[in-house]
């Protein structure tokens, strides 16, 4: 097959991988891909194009990557939407321009404005589209309050949404409980499939295996994002109740970056909470060697809606994979961490449950802590092997084009 997929966010080997992953896997499988993405990277806010360039085509190994250029921003105001629109136009016309007919193109819900360019090739290319189902917009913007629903936003990109469900040839959700929200729309259910993010294991293949560390004495580890949906601040109140109630030996690293980084800084320097390291963000493929420094890796989201329909983590994934035990807060239909026997779940935005979890690693025995980490693992192996969803993901392509030539859907 032929497959291009349009991306404004995944960058090969950036933070953001799912995309880039999938890319290699399925060129593995003797598969043509070609990965559409911007330029203008939305965690660095780095260019990656001269002045002058437009578009660009690399290769990644045996993946093509049309990098497109984009207007630049710096937070989620006005130039954010002006880069996503961007984005879009300049992805529909390269790939218009390109002299060839991909088999099927990808286009995400994030930002709808790329998933509805990708549509529009499909019908210029005269080719199947896939929606790629990333966060369920409008509603995740109005569940985490950055729109009103009588927002006018909110309607265009409600119109949106509904109109590449009705187009889409199939819909590919990473969240596993999206349907419920899809299917309101008259869409059948046979039309929607579940394709998680996925572990490249090759990645944690030099990973030191978990030995348990030592009892009472405890590395706890955050890696990942620095914004108010990430709930760090509870990681952090948490440091301060253990050192207000005098126990030694806990330290807390937090890697990353993010725009409330600073905020949270000045938040452990006001408060005076010990043992508590910040670090810069690390490259995705190292975050197999860092996490080996971990006894506990921590992921605390903040207790919204926008979880309702599954969460599809990638910290988590990396976390699972390392065979490190885990603390998850979070209120979700799906929790990895509860299935796998992982570690411990906890409620979000609850400081004392999250103290009193890292009470119980301190105090855990080492062999048990290494019992919950290889849980964790197996599991991600059983499930999340990115090889695995892979060959899933090509066979709901493949069926698809038995099925004819060229087919859509009329609303």
Not at 7 to 25: F, H, N, V
Not at 115 to 137: N, P, T
Not at 238 to 248: C, D, F, N, P, V
């Amino acid at each position: 097959m032929n497959i291009w997929f349009l991306s404004a966010y995944d960058q090969p080997k950036g933070q953001s991988s799912r995309t880039y992953d999938y890319a290699i896997e399925l060129t593995k499988l003797g598969h043509k891909v070609t990965f559409f993405t911007s330029s203008y990277n939305h965690f660095t806010h780095a260019e990656l194009l001269k002045p002058g360039e437009k578009w660009r085509e690399d290769w990644f190994g045996n993946v093509r990557t049309i990098w497109l250029k984009t207007i630049p921003y710096k937070d989620n105001g006005f130039w954010r939407g002006v880069n996503m629109l961007s984005n879009a136009w300049r992805a529909y016309w390269v790939g218009k321009s390109l002299k060839e007919t991909p088999d099927v193109i990808f286009g995400p819900s994030v930002p709808l404005f790329t998933g509805l360019s990708a549509f529009l090739l499909s019908r210029q290319k005269k080719c199947y589209f896939c929606f790629e189902v990333r966060d369920i917009w409008p509603q995740a913007l109005i569940d985490l309050n950055v729109l009103s629903k009588n927002n006018p936003i909110t309607w265009l990109f409600g119109r949106i949404e509904t109109f590449l469900y009705w187009h889409a040839n199939r819909i590919i959700a990473v969240l596993p409980f999206a349907y419920r929200h899809i299917c309101q729309y008259g869409i059948p259910r046979g039309q929607i499939f579940w394709v998680p993010n996925g572990i490249d294991f090759e990645r944690f293949s030099r990973c030191k295996p978990y030995d348990g560390g030592e009892v009472n004495k405890l590395v706890v580890m955050y890696i990942g994002g620095f914004s108010s949906t990430h709930g760090i601040k509870v990681i952090i109140e948490s440091a301060k109740y253990l050192q207000q109630e005098g126990i030694r030996g806990i330290r807390f690293v937090f890697i990353g970056e993010g725009r409330e980084k600073e905020y949270y800084q000045q938040f452990v320097n006001d408060y005076q909470v010990r043992d508590v390291e910040f670090r810069e963000p690390v490259k995705k493929t190292e975050i197999s060697k860092v996490q080996e420094e971990a006894d506990v890796l921590v992921a605390s989201v903040k207790n919204t809606k926008v979880y309702q329909f599954g969460i599809n983590s990638n910290k988590l994934f990396d976390y699972l994979a390392s065979g490190r035990p885990i603390i998850f807060a979070v209120n979700s239909p799906n929790n990895s961490v509860v299935e796998a026997n992982a570690g411990i779940s906890i409620p979000p935005e609850d400081p004392y449950a999250m103290s009193e979890a890292i009470k119980t690693f301190f105090h855990m025995a080492p062999d048990k802590r290494v019992i919950l980490g290889k849980n964790g693992r197996e599991y991600a192996q059983k499930y999340y092997d990115i090889k695995i969803l892979a060959k899933k993901l090509e066979t709901i392509l493949l069926e698809l084009l038995e099925k004819g030539k060229y087919e859509s859907r009329k609303a």
